[in-house]
């Protein structure tokens, strides 16, 4: 009896997914419950599991096609014969026993070698009928790319003509205005852009577009902070098993500075300003495939230790794709930090609906004056982007120096002043 694969419930106010990737193809055995097709929403990647054990019969929604709830995806058939069928078939034929098992070995290779491939090089090696097991890949992490596919295809024609050998660099010229200019196309690789990407894109653009965005910049002296943490790291690691870093700092900062600037942790709904009495933070996190703002609940009834577990535990899950729906909506303020790739100064944009943004950046030693005396001390530039609808200029600057505060003099977060 046939089972059938369809999409399951995809979160509140999402009815559409993309097909990313089939863990499976047709003819392979799946155990009950074994991830088999990846789907990917505006908001997260999830994996649909066998309902049944079996063979996977049949693909019925390809790898990039749209689908809805409830969608069929695929069919699993009974037991493991028909996977083997397509084998046994081929000894049948008279006089080609021999060459069957040496040809089945090089098409599952090919396959293998087709799932990490882009979009364009795999459809052109379909068309062609080539073994993509015997490209070499140049792309990242070997994958076969569209202008691997074409040099594959030029090759054979090398020994046919020796002589003919020596001009092949001349492929790589362009010359303006003639036909000369093709291979430089062939070079290039179009991809479509995924759900989540295309998400992303659509809602910093509709931040840029709706709200007065305005950033203020302030910089805050590191010293103690890194001292402090110098000091209780490793007695912290071995008491919470989690690591002492310096975004539960920041949480703890930025907690402190909304209670005292409500407005920054507040939201507009038509012509309402919505004010929110807890502290959902966001923190930023870059996965594979791309930004998103996993949150921290009630992080102002978390010491420490949990927040630093919490955000640790966050951000593993961001980066193997499996943050579930409700563990990316409802955040009341953003923490960015794009420190941690190197950036020394940007101007974060607010996460919709949300009305302000802080960004953190790298800690990098500068000269200072402290006191009337030079000195070298770790500075890092924050930078505060808001919506100028609800948060004035004073409320914005007087946010930011509270953070600076609670940063340069971090006893100020244990005694809540």
Same mark, same amino acid.
């Given at each position: 009896?046939?089972?059938?694969?369809?999409?399951?419930?995809?979160?509140?106010?999402?009815?559409?997914?993309?097909?990313?990737?089939?863990?499976?193809?047709?003819?392979?055995?799946?155990?009950?419950?074994?991830?088999?097709?990846?789907?990917?929403?505006?908001?997260?990647?999830?994996?649909?599991?066998?309902?049944?054990?079996?063979?996977?019969?049949?693909?019925?929604?390809?790898?990039?096609?749209?689908?809805?709830?409830?969608?069929?995806?695929?069919?699993?058939?009974?037991?493991?014969? =028909?996977? @083997? #069928?397509?084998? &046994? !078939? /081929? +000894? %049948?034929?008279?006089?080609?026993?021999?060459? *069957?098992?040496? $040809?089945?070995?090089?098409?599952?290779?090919?396959?293998?070698?087709?799932?990490?491939?882009?979009?364009?090089?795999?459809?052109?090696?379909?068309?062609?009928?080539?073994?993509?097991?015997?490209?070499?890949?140049?792309?990242?992490?070997?994958?076969?790319?569209?202008?691997?596919?074409?040099?594959?295809?030029?090759?054979?024609? =090398?020994? @046919? #003509?020796?002589? &003919? !050998? /020596? +001009? %092949?660099?001349?492929?790589?010229?362009?010359? *303006?205005?003639? $036909?000369?200019?093709?291979?430089?196309?062939?070079?290039?690789?179009?991809?479509?852009?995924?759900?989540?990407?295309?998400?992303?894109?659509?809602?910093?653009?509709?931040?840029?577009?709706?709200?007065?965005?305005?950033?203020?910049?302030?910089?805050?002296?590191?010293?103690?902070?890194?001292?402090?943490?110098?000091?209780?790291?490793?007695?912290?690691?071995?008491?919470?098993?989690?690591?002492?870093?310096?975004?539960?700092?920041?949480?703890?900062?930025?907690?402190?500075?909304?209670?005292?600037?409500?407005?920054?942790?507040?939201?507009?709904?038509?012509?309402?300003?919505?004010?929110?009495?807890?502290?959902?933070?966001?923190?930023?996190?870059?996965?594979?495939?791309?930004?998103?703002?996993?949150?921290?609940?009630?992080?102002?009834?978390?010491?420490?230790?949990?927040?630093?577990?919490?955000?640790?535990?966050?951000?593993?899950?961001?980066?193997?794709?499996?943050?579930?729906?409700?563990?990316?909506?409802?955040?009341?303020?953003?923490?960015?930090?794009?420190?941690?790739?190197?950036?020394?100064?940007?101007?974060?944009?607010?996460?919709?609906?949300?009305?302000?943004?802080?960004?953190?950046?790298?800690?990098?030693?500068?000269?200072?004056?402290?006191?009337?005396?030079?000195?070298?001390?770790?500075?890092?530039?924050?930078?505060?982007?808001?919506?100028?609808?609800?948060?004035?200029?004073?409320?914005?600057?007087?946010?930011?120096?509270?953070?600076?505060?609670?940063?340069?003099?971090?006893?100020?977060?244990?005694?809540?002043?």
């Amino acid at each position: 009896m046939a089972t059938e694969i369809k999409v399951p419930t995809l979160g509140e106010s999402v009815s559409e997914a993309t097909v990313a990737r089939w863990l499976k193809q047709v003819g392979q055995p799946v155990a009950a419950d074994e991830p088999l097709v990846e789907l990917e929403t505006d908001k997260v990647t999830l994996e649909v599991n066998a309902p049944a054990a079996g063979t996977l019969a049949e693909i019925v929604a390809p790898e990039g096609a749209n689908v809805g709830v409830a969608a069929l995806l695929g069919v699993i058939g009974e037991g493991a014969v =028909a996977a @083997a #069928a397509p084998a &046994a !078939a /081929a +000894p %049948a034929a008279a006089g080609a026993a021999a060459p *069957a098992p040496v $040809a089945a070995a090089p098409a599952g290779a090919s396959v293998a070698a087709l799932a990490d491939a882009g979009p364009a090089a795999r459809k052109l090696v379909e068309e062609k009928g080539l073994d993509a097991s015997k490209i070499a890949g140049s792309g990242k992490d070997g994958r076969i790319t569209k202008g691997d596919v074409i040099d594959h295809v030029a090759k054979p024609a =090398a020994p @046919a #003509a020796a002589p &003919a !050998a /020596a +001009p %092949a660099p001349q492929k790589y010229q362009w010359t *303006a205005g003639t $036909a000369g200019d093709r291979p430089r196309a062939a070079q290039e690789e179009r991809v479509r852009m995924t759900r989540l990407r295309q998400r992303i894109a659509e809602r910093l653009k509709e931040a840029q577009n709706s709200a007065a965005m305005l950033t203020t910049f302030n910089e805050v002296d590191m010293t103690n902070v890194m001292a402090l943490r110098n000091e209780y790291k490793d007695y912290f690691e071995k008491r919470h098993k989690v690591r002492l870093g310096f975004m539960s700092f920041f949480v703890k900062a930025a907690i402190q500075a909304l209670k005292e600037i409500p407005a920054v942790n507040a939201e507009i709904d038509g012509t309402d300003v919505v004010y929110k009495n807890y502290y959902d933070i966001g923190v930023a996190v870059g996965t594979p495939q791309g930004l998103v703002v996993p949150i921290v609940r009630d992080a102002d009834k978390m010491g420490f230790a949990d927040i630093e577990g919490k955000i640790g535990e966050l951000g593993k899950k961001g980066r193997d794709g499996k943050l579930s729906m409700d563990e990316l909506t409802g955040g009341t303020f953003t923490i960015s930090n794009g420190g941690v790739y190197g950036s020394l100064m940007s101007t974060p944009i607010i996460n919709p609906p949300q009305s302000a943004i802080l960004g953190m950046h790298k800690t990098q030693e500068r000269p200072v004056v402290v006191n009337g005396k030079i000195e070298i001390r770790p500075m890092m530039y924050l930078a505060l982007s808001y919506d100028h609808r609800i948060i004035d200029g004073k409320e914005a600057v007087t946010f930011l120096v509270r953070i600076k505060e609670c940063i340069e003099d971090p006893r100020r977060l244990l005694l809540d002043v």
